[in-house]
């Protein structure tokens, strides 16, 4: 094993068990709101709920097989184990994004002012949530049925000429060329898509907070309404989660294509990619927990009732 195969298993390993906990929390939390707290419930938080288990099977079907891999453990997967995995990992990174995009979008719809035209889609916008979610499972499950066709354990394939996968698993070209060129081409366009549509509505809610704070400074009294108050932070923690989506998007892809179109594939740099693509699903749970007040209320709650409990 080499050094560098140690320290990036050692890192993906981190990275999977800190992710795995933090996004376990985020689904125990809204899960009790929805259950025990439904008059706390806020609209977005089935949407998060769908993301934060977007990102949990995402980091654990990647994670985990690199770090195997990074120790050493290469022939733990046959080849049904690689299709398995490589289309519940593509299908689960899919449904983050669209999910993410979703997010962002309602968002600005939600915050849009009476006078804007996005204000006629307020009434409707929570009634489109799940069917949102039934569209992003259709179009990501359709999109990546061709990887449980050519998807093989790195043990049984002839490496030479194949197309990279991960450290554990290869694709095998179908010989033909349309439906290759047609899979990565939707690919693309969905990714695309998805995060333009996802800048446009962050830059949209950027535009209408600068809008509301000009205003607000014409106003003699400088404390809002606890309604826009609440509105104003939920927007700016999404714009956070979505400005680190972007950011470590396209760093990945950057580095993605560099690794395309190289001569020699470098393992380190397909390890750093790896490694990328999983920092959001990580730290997506920890932006929302320090930005969640009803998170803070609840650890105060229960560090009041401890207090109590010793007197």
């Known amino acids: 094993m080499q050094e560098s195969d140690f320290v990036f298993g050692v890192f993906f390993l981190n990275q999977s068990v800190f992710g795995f906990l ?15 707290q439904p008059q706390k419930k806020k609209p977005t938080d089935l949407i998060l709920t769908h993301l934060t288990v977007a990102n949990t099977v995402t980091l654990l079907t990647r994670g985990i097989p690199e770090t195997m891999a990074a120790f050493g453990m290469r022939d733990v997967l ?33 915050i849009s002012p009476s006078t804007s035209r996005w204000a006629q889609f307020k ?28 998807s093989r354990a790195i043990g049984n394939v002839n490496i030479s000429g194949e197309v990279y996968v991960s450290k554990l698993c290869y694709t095998l070209p179908d010989g033909n060329v349309i439906h290759s060129v047609t899979f990565l081409l939707a690919i693309t366009i969905r990714d695309l898509f998805f995060v333009l549509l996802t800048s446009w509505a962050s830059g949209y809610m950027v535009i209408v907070l600068s809008r509301h704070r000009r205003q607000v400074q014409h106003i003699h009294s400088t404390r809002l309404s606890p309604k ?15 400005t680190c989506f972007a950011c470590f998007y396209w ?3 950057f580095i993605t294509l ?15 990619s790896v490694f990328l693509s999983g920092c959001f699903p990580a730290l997506c749970p920890l932006l929302l927990i320090s930005k969640d007040l009803r998170m803070c209320h609840r650890e105060a709650e229960k560090l009041l009732f401890s207090h109590r409990s010793c007197q």
Not at 82 to 101: A, E, K
Not at 229 to 242: C, G, M, N, P, Q
Not at 258 to 272: G, I, N, T
């Open 258 to 272: 560099s690794l395309v179109f190289a001569v020699e594939k470098d393992p380190q740099l397909e390890s750093v």
């Open 123 to 150: 009434p409707r916008a929570s009634n489109c949530i799940v069917p949102s979610f039934l569209f992003f499972w259709i179009l990501n499950m359709l999109l990546y049925i061709r990887l449980i066709t050519c």
């Open 22 to 36: 933090g996004n376990s929390i985020m689904f125990a939390m809204y899960l009790s709101i929805f259950i025990s």
């Open 78 to 110: 046959n080849d049904v184990g690689c299709r398995s995995v490589m289309y519940i990992n593509r299908v689960s990174r899919g449904l983050s994004i669209c999910t993410t995009c979703l997010l962002s979008v309602f968002q600005a719809v939600t």
């Open 251 to 253: 760093l990945n892809t």
């Open 228 to 242: 826009s108050s609440a509105e104003a932070r939920a927007t700016k923690t999404i714009l956070l989660l979505v």
